[in-house]
């Protein structure tokens, strides 16, 4: 059983002895699959989760069904600039131009798409040639036996940065608004895969010490185990805000570094992070803050970086890559594509509703994937709830005789439909909660 593997056996028994967290998953079944893949900012879900047909905003009618409308001439012949993650998308291209090309549509479509794909393409590439890509050459399919993996935890106070910092490394924003505050199980934060090699990030919530640097008594059981998961990681990433250190260090932070730096884990390397070094003005106090801690042995490294901005991750990626070991990848990036897209479904069309409701609401709804159905002629039907809490924001999504929904379907559809490279039927609905 590899590292990864242990540590998600492990995520088995935390929730296992903590079941109050198993509410926050709608399917404890598939719970390693959906721990795996929580890379993106919504989840999908079942219907039957939390529906309420009994209740009248749950009717059968919706309120956008791209059915009835026709994709604007405008939209199709000159696609809007992408806006969806850069890298997601040469992911999606990749499996979708190299994958399994079953759901082609007929030649005259092709043509379109191909268009659509150089435009993709050139928005590709200008947004690559913005910053060093290493990702040339993973177009290849790496052999099992030449792959290298590595699993990270991250640890560190709320606020240190972890989200951040993954989301930098892994280049997705979408990671950063994936999470959920107060998470208390370790859940993926993302996961890179450069050329031959594969590095998963794990977070590593709860884990920190009291003042006086044991483990909360409340919480100790959960607490030990979560620790105990802990060391299942290949390298484990102690983060800190180096700025709030300096200006209101936090006795429990400290604790922590200390802790887990005393002595070196032959089994696990780890490193210790100062992050948001970009706040520091005096560069001169990152020195003092690197003395401090300089004696620990446990550390194989102390990192100074901003993972918001960016300074000082390259040399941390490297670092990470070159301690990645022989063991086949945990994700393999073909076969998970249909989760991928159903999660892909849900961000375009999220993004879109904030660039059009611009207002807190977006905030506050629970966005819900409910149906996913691939067609036998190779369209896909999809449809997706977002649950209010008030009439009054019903209202605002749905906008003037459903003018506001139907912008917001209509764009979507358009880019779906181009990243997935088939027809897309998209429904949307907007419900009150009951
Ligand atoms: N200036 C600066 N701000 C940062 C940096 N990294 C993170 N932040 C900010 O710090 C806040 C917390 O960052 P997150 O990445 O959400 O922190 P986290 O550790 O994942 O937080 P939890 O989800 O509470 O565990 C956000 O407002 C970030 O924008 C950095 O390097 N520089």
Redesign the pocket.
């Known amino acids: 059983m590899n590292t990864t593997k242990k540590a998600l056996t492990a995520v088995t028994h935390l929730t296992s002895i903590y079941p109050r967290r198993l509410h926050t998953f709608h399917h404890h079944r598939h719970y390693h699959h959906r721990l795996f893949y929580r890379l993106f900012s919504a989840q999908p879900q079942q219907r039957q989760d939390d529906s309420d047909d009994s209740h009248p905003n749950n009717s059968a009618i919706s309120d956008f069904d791209s059915a009835q409308f026709s994709i604007p001439d405008a939209l199709r012949t000159t696609p809007q600039q992408p806006t969806w993650d850069v890298h997601h998308r040469q992911r999606v291209e990749r499996i979708f131009s190299n994958g399994d090309l079953r759901h082609r549509k007929v030649k005259e479509e092709e043509e379109e798409e191909e268009s659509r794909r150089r435009i993709l393409a050139k928005a590709l590439l200008e947004a690559a040639l913005e910053g060093p890509d290493e990702d040339a050459d993973q177009d290849q399919e790496v052999k099992e036996e030449d792959q290298k993996s590595l699993s990270v935890g ?1 640890i ?12 930098f490394m892994v280049g997705t924003k979408v990671a ?1 608004v994936s ?5 208390t199980t370790h859940e993926v ?1 993302g996961v890179m895969t450069k050329g031959d090699t594969q590095i998963c990030f794990f ?1 590593t ?1 709860g884990l920190m010490l009291n003042r006086s640097g044991y483990l909360h008594k409340d919480m100790k059981v959960r607490v030990e185990s979560a620790w105990s998961s802990v060391n299942l990681y290949d390298v484990l990433m102690v ?1 800190f ?1 180096v ?1 709030r250190h300096l200006t209101k260090p936090d006795s429990r932070v400290i604790r922590l570094i200390k802790r887990m730096g005393e002595e070196p884990n032959p089994k696990q390397i780890r490193i210790l992070c100062m ?5 520091i003005e005096k560069k001169k106090e990152l020195l003092k803050v690197a003395e401090q801690f300089k004696d620990l042995p446990g550390y194989g490294r102390i990192f100074m ?5 960016g ?1 000082g991750v390259e040399d941390l990626t490297k670092y990470l890559m070159e301690q990645a070991v022989q063991r086949p990848w945990d994700e393999d990036p073909i076969t998970m594509s249909e989760e991928v897209m159903k999660n892909i479904s849900l961000e375009v069309v999220r993004e879109r509703l904030l660039d059009h409701v611009h207002q807190e609401i977006p905030y506050g709804i629970d966005h819900r994937l409910v149906d996913w159905k691939e067609l036998r002629d190779g369209s896909l039907r999809i449809e997706q709830h977002f649950i209010t809490s008030k009439m009054s924001q019903r209202k605002i999504l749905v906008g003037k005789n459903g003018s506001k929904i139907g912008r917001i379907g209509i764009e979507a559809n358009e880019e779906l439909r181009s990243i997935f490279k088939r027809e897309v039927h998209l429904i949307l609905q907007v419900r009150v909660k009951t």
């Open positions: 991250i560190g106070a709320p606020n240190a940065g972890k989200s951040a910092l993954t989301n950063a999470r959920k505050t107060n998470t934060l977070d919530p983060i805000d700025h992050n948001k070094v970009d706040l970086i901003s993972g918001l901005k300074s």
